[in-house]
């Protein structure tokens, strides 16, 4: 933002300018108000697993996710991808392509195209468009005071990628970590539609409090957080505590530190797991109190990896986060 805030934005007549200035996906309205509305959106990973295959759908479902946590259906998807030739065999990059194409088809999402170059260090992810009804599209502008905060994977893949570097994560972990990464959000956006939820983020670079704080600071809000009740993978949460932190997750922190109150009991590494920057995490989800059950409903039957409730919107001042032990 501090490159962007000094670029005057070039606007146009499709573009929705309500779903505010941190959303990872754009809103456009094509045939104006009341029309069909498409969702756009890019992102892309380096490796964080030695699976190519593995790696290009972690990367296929991070990019759709984004369409996801607006409520929107991916629909096309152009690929983009740097390598290194001297590095990464052609038999890797068809890996990587079919793991992504994988995933894409899993969500009923084409690959139509893309583009690659020679790059330093491996790099895969999609340019996404995706189809929306407007008027139910989940933002980060429309959270009110008394929506209950649902979260619908677990944490902590961010540590999790940097134990795999350092050799500190078992096989079977690795594989729990691989499975959340390569689910796609379309249980949490289906719920959260599902039950009339107005507001979402996916929870992804900025970590959940990252996530959280851009919500409630696009929504003039505040919110509380019960850290209790955040689903926290068991190993991430023992290598947070023996300081295997990535420095993604240590910026994410400072980010918000000056938003962020954390309660009494907490410890530092505890605050970190809270701002770990995950990829290809889950939907939060800000839903009506008389709606919550249903939603976690929905969430459990459909086979979400998580289902939990860890706190509340609440009016206070703009961007502020109470954290409870």
């Known amino acids: 933002m501090q490159v962007l805030e000094k670029i005057a934005p070039f606007d146009h007549s499709w573009i929705d300018h309500d779903v505010g ?20 959106t890019v992102d892309f990973i380096t490796p964080i697993v030695d699976d190519p295959v593995a790696f290009g759908a972690i990367a296929a479902a991070n990019s759709i996710s984004d369409v996801y946590a607006m409520g929107g259906t991916p629909q096309a998807a152009l690929s983009i991808c740097g390598f290194p030739d001297d590095k990464v065999s052609k038999e890797t990059l068809t890996s990587v392509f079919r793991g992504g194409r994988d ?10 195209g893309g583009h690659t170059v020679l790059d330093p260090e491996m790099k895969y992810g999609l340019c996404v468009i995706g189809s929306v009804e407007p008027e139910r599209a989940l933002r980060q502008t429309t959270a009110r005071p008394g929506d209950k905060l649902v979260l619908t ?49 996916d929870v992804t670079g ?8 851009n919500m409630v600071l696009g929504s003039g ?7 209790s009740a955040v689903p926290v993978f068991d190993f991430a949460r023992e290598l947070a505590r023996e300081g295997v932190i990535p420095g993604g997750t240590k910026r994410n922190l400072s980010y918000v530190a000056d938003h962020v109150r ?32 249903r939603l976690v409903s929905e969430l459990e039957t459909n086979g979400a990896l998580a289902a939990a409730v860890i706190g509340e919107i609440v009016a206070g001042e703009p961007g502020t986060i109470d954290v409870r032990a």
Do not use: W
């Not at 900025?206 to 704080?213: Q, V």
């Not at 809000?221 to 850290?227: E, P, V």
């Not at 990829?279 to 059950?293: K, V």
């Open 262 to 293: 954390f309660g009494a009991g907490l410890e530092e590494f505890e605050h970190l797991i809270l701002a770990d920057a995950q990829t290809s995490g889950g939907l939060l989800i800000a839903a009506a109190p008389d709606a919550t059950d």
């Open 153 to 201: 994977k677990p944490i902590g893949t961010g540590i999790a990628a940097q134990g795999i570097k350092k050799d500190k994560v078992s096989d079977a972990d690795i594989a729990r970590a691989v499975e959340c990464m390569t689910t796609l959000n379309r249980v949490g956006c289906e719920a959260a539609l599902a039950v009339g939820s107005r507001a979402a983020t």
């Open 103 to 112: 995933k894409a088809a899993e969500a009923g999402c084409a690959i139509v």
């Open 206 to 213: 900025f970590g959940l409090l990252g996530h959280l704080y």
């Open 221 to 227: 809000c505040a919110a509380r957080l019960d850290a």
């Open 21 to 40: 200035p941190m959303e990872d996906a754009s809103l456009l309205l094509p045939d104006g108000p009341g029309g069909r509305g498409i969702v756009f």
